[in-house]
């Protein structure tokens, strides 16, 4: 049985990795308390109510069970039983699964950049590319967490799901192909935000197994959660008063019928928003917080005028070269980094790819990608042309460098299109609005040349082949929905712009001290917070995220149980 795996299908399930399927029956080692929500109450009481059960939610909502009653709920289902989404090899398959039921919600933002977000228990660490690496010192500074708490969350988490990743030829040779380009020194194996190259971490493990922040859920108090999946909350109730108080939400089950779920009484007791970058602002935004002028346009009630729900949103953007091997190469997510000095962060994978993205996106999004890639086809020499068809309708070896702009410091915003939570809202990302972001791209692109140029990846490259080469075959990808130019593969900058990709570490929406307090309190209402990577004020913390959001999960639970026995 042919099963396929991939990445750089990126955004958009364009190349497919292939590989031979692993198949192993597995279940959720605590199918106790999770359960379908056709199965809840009509009307049950909590004394935490957490939605979202993902990268936060899901070690925010175990850590929390130790001492109080916890509903956590969940829109998607289990991250069990389905070796599509539990085997590394299975991780194009499930971006490229845009059905309804899909762990993988499929969106574009405004900017013409395909994009996913997570529908499943363990969200993102659930679909993810698996690399694992804490944030900067400096990161835990700003945000003015306590180092101590954090390094014991960090531990918490990896304790249970993270891993070392076994190094094999290409990675290696990118780890080497980085020090060639200067990006120095040698960290090492380190989960440790540091400049230089190093290995990181990773949810899988050495059988190529994913373990997601579902498993931390093994650390729940059993009898105190429950877990309802395929829960979809429409909207977060409030007592009217003075300042608004929240008490409870509704929430769907897979047959559209409406649950209740309220929080006991008591002043420690609290709804917690953990529904990611693009739920939380929705969320609240279908709740009755938000632009007044914008929620009335959409026909909600207001309940708390709110300019700043939607607001700061920003995804790193990512640029790319593919590089067809001369020989076999492992099939790897990312592993090796390297941190350069001016914010722009390299990575990269391999493997056997198919360019089948005919069977992986919907018609009219394929059709308009490749309307806006005409430009840069008409300009092939007739050489190139041929080449690049040749690839496109076969399977090949290749590695992937990608480099990922740090920050960014463009952000856009998110509107609600429709009053159903299920739908996507409305993104815009802005996508190199700052030009310190494109500088930072060029510089980026420059050291991904350097290392593809380096003599250790060089003896996987065909003779002929050059940079300007593997330039015009990705542009050739319907990879966005961004019009291409006659200068796409002559100028960096313009590469940049046109063939910008998502690495999915989009962020923001309810920043600290714009939408909620340092303790993630919601601004402006009562026993409601929000706790995901919403919070994260325009940056990214550090390589990759996923560390630090379920760390944030597990180091807000500590506080919220410290906060309730003062
Ligand atoms: P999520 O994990 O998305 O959790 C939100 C949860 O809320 C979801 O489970 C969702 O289903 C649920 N939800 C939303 N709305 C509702 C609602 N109305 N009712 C009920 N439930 C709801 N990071 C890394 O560090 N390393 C990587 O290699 C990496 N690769 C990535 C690859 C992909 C394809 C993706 C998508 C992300 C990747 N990331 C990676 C990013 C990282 O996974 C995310 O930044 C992180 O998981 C976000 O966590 P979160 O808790 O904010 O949101």
Request: with cysteine; aromatic share 8%.
């Given at each position: 049985m042919g099963f396929v795996h991939s990445w750089i299908l990126l955004n958009c399930a364009a190349i497919i990795l292939l590989l031979p399927s692993l198949c192993y029956p597995e279940t959720a080692p605590y199918s106790t308390f999770a359960r379908d929500a056709t199965a809840a109450p009509q009307e049950a009481y909590y004394d935490y109510i957490v939605i979202g059960g993902g990268t936060s939610g899901c070690a925010l909502a175990a850590t929390l069970s130790q001492g109080s009653k916890v509903l956590l709920l969940e829109r998607g289902g289990l991250p069990y039983g389905n070796p599509t989404i539990s085997d590394i090899r299975g991780f194009a398959l499930t971006l490229a699964d845009i059905s309804h039921s899909s762990p993988s919600q499929l969106f574009v933002s405004t900017d013409g950049v395909i994009n996913h977000r997570a529908r499943i228990l363990g969200g993102g660490t659930a679909i993810n590319a698996g690399f694992y690496s804490r944030a900067s010192s400096d990161f835990v500074a700003r945000a003015g967490w306590d180092p101590q708490l954090v390094k014991e969350s960090y531990e918490w988490v990896e304790k249970k799901i993270v891993f070392e990743p076994e190094v094999k030829q290409w990675q290696s040779a990118v780890r080497d192909g980085l020090l060639e380009a200067g990006v120095l020194p040698n960290n090492g194996f380190t989960f440790d935000h540091l400049i230089g190259t190093k290995i990181g971490g990773s949810i899988f493990d050495k059988n190529g197994h994913r373990h997601s922040a579902a498993d931390l859920l093994e650390y729940a108090h059993p009898s105190n959660i429950s877990v309802h999946l395929h829960a979809i909350v429409q909207r977060i109730m409030f007592i009217s008063g003075a300042k608004p108080k929240a008490n409870g939400v509704v929430f769907e089950d897979s047959n559209g019928m409406k649950h209740w779920a309220y929080i006991n009484n008591g002043s420690n007791n609290e709804i917690i928003v953990s529904a990611g970058a693009l739920g939380s602002p929705q969320l609240l935004m279908l709740s009755g917080i938000g632009p007044a002028d914008h929620l009335e346009a959409n026909g909600v009630e207001v309940i708390l005028d709110q300019a700043m729900v939607g607001q700061g949103m920003a995804d790193n953007p990512l640029n790319a070269l593919i590089v067809p091997s001369t020989e076999p190469l492992e099939t790897s997510l990312p592993q090796t980094v390297g941190i350069t000095a001016f914010g722009s962060y390299i990575e990269s994978l391999s493997g056997i790819v198919e360019f089948g993205w005919a069977n992986s996106l919907p018609p009219e999004l394929l059709n308009q990608s490749k309307q806006v890639n005409k430009m840069t086809r008409q300009q092939e020499s007739p050489e190139v042309k041929a080449a690049v068809d040749s690839y496109l309708a076969s399977n090949l070896q290749v590695g992937i460098l990608l480099e990922k702009v740090m920050g960014p410091a463009s952000s856009g915003h998110l509107e609600l299109k429709t009053l159903d939570a299920k739908d996507n809202p409305k993104v815009t990302f802005n996508y190199f609005k700052d030009p310190q972001d494109l500088h930072k791209c060029v510089k980026g692109m420059e050291t991904v040349i350097q290392v593809v140029e380096s003599k250790a990846v060089s003896k996987f490259r065909y003779r002929t082949e050059s940079v300007k080469f593997y330039m015009d075959f990705l542009a050739a990808l319907p990879l966005n929905l961004r019009f291409k130019h006659l200068t796409t593969t002559f100028s960096l900058e313009q590469y940049c712009k046109d063939t910008v990709m998502t690495i999915w570490h989009y962020h923001g929406g309810c920043h600290v001290y714009k939408?909620?307090?340092?303790?993630?309190k919601v601004l402006g209402v009562d026993a409601l917070r929000v706790i995901d990577g919403s919070t994260f004020p325009f940056d990214s913390p550090g390589t990759n995220p996923q560390a630090t959001v379920m760390m944030l999960g597990r180091y807000m639970g500590q506080r919220i149980i410290l906060e309730r026995s003062s």
């Amino acid at each position: 049985m042919g099963f396929v795996h991939s990445w750089i299908l990126l955004n958009c399930a364009a190349i497919i990795l292939l590989l031979p399927s692993l198949c192993y029956p597995e279940t959720a080692p605590y199918s106790t308390f999770a359960r379908d929500a056709t199965a809840a109450p009509q009307e049950a009481y909590y004394d935490y109510i957490v939605i979202g059960g993902g990268t936060s939610g899901c070690a925010l909502a175990a850590t929390l069970s130790q001492g109080s009653k916890v509903l956590l709920l969940e829109r998607g289902g289990l991250p069990y039983g389905n070796p599509t989404i539990s085997d590394i090899r299975g991780f194009a398959l499930t971006l490229a699964d845009i059905s309804h039921s899909s762990p993988s919600q499929l969106f574009v933002s405004t900017d013409g950049v395909i994009n996913h977000r997570a529908r499943i228990l363990g969200g993102g660490t659930a679909i993810n590319a698996g690399f694992y690496s804490r944030a900067s010192s400096d990161f835990v500074a700003r945000a003015g967490w306590d180092p101590q708490l954090v390094k014991e969350s960090y531990e918490w988490v990896e304790k249970k799901i993270v891993f070392e990743p076994e190094v094999k030829q290409w990675q290696s040779a990118v780890r080497d192909g980085l020090l060639e380009a200067g990006v120095l020194p040698n960290n090492g194996f380190t989960f440790d935000h540091l400049i230089g190259t190093k290995i990181g971490g990773s949810i899988f493990d050495k059988n190529g197994h994913r373990h997601s922040a579902a498993d931390l859920l093994e650390y729940a108090h059993p009898s105190n959660i429950s877990v309802h999946l395929h829960a979809i909350v429409q909207r977060i109730m409030f007592i009217s008063g003075a300042k608004p108080k929240a008490n409870g939400v509704v929430f769907e089950d897979s047959n559209g019928m409406k649950h209740w779920a309220y929080i006991n009484n008591g002043s420690n007791n609290e709804i917690i928003v953990s529904a990611g970058a693009l739920g939380s602002p929705q969320l609240l935004m279908l709740s009755g917080i938000g632009p007044a002028d914008h929620l009335e346009a959409n026909g909600v009630e207001v309940i708390l005028d709110q300019a700043m729900v939607g607001q700061g949103m920003a995804d790193n953007p990512l640029n790319a070269l593919i590089v067809p091997s001369t020989e076999p190469l492992e099939t790897s997510l990312p592993q090796t980094v390297g941190i350069t000095a001016f914010g722009s962060y390299i990575e990269s994978l391999s493997g056997i790819v198919e360019f089948g993205w005919a069977n992986s996106l919907p018609p009219e999004l394929l059709n308009q990608s490749k309307q806006v890639n005409k430009m840069t086809r008409q300009q092939e020499s007739p050489e190139v042309k041929a080449a690049v068809d040749s690839y496109l309708a076969s399977n090949l070896q290749v590695g992937i460098l990608l480099e990922k702009v740090m920050g960014p410091a463009s952000s856009g915003h998110l509107e609600l299109k429709t009053l159903d939570a299920k739908d996507n809202p409305k993104v815009t990302f802005n996508y190199f609005k700052d030009p310190q972001d494109l500088h930072k791209c060029v510089k980026g692109m420059e050291t991904v040349i350097q290392v593809v140029e380096s003599k250790a990846v060089s003896k996987f490259r065909y003779r002929t082949e050059s940079v300007k080469f593997y330039m015009d075959f990705l542009a050739a990808l319907p990879l966005n929905l961004r019009f291409k130019h006659l200068t796409t593969t002559f100028s960096l900058e313009q590469y940049c712009k046109d063939t910008v990709m998502t690495i999915w570490h989009y962020h923001g929406g309810c920043h600290v001290y714009k939408v909620v307090d340092h303790d993630y309190k919601v601004l402006g209402v009562d026993a409601l917070r929000v706790i995901d990577g919403s919070t994260f004020p325009f940056d990214s913390p550090g390589t990759n995220p996923q560390a630090t959001v379920m760390m944030l999960g597990r180091y807000m639970g500590q506080r919220i149980i410290l906060e309730r026995s003062s």
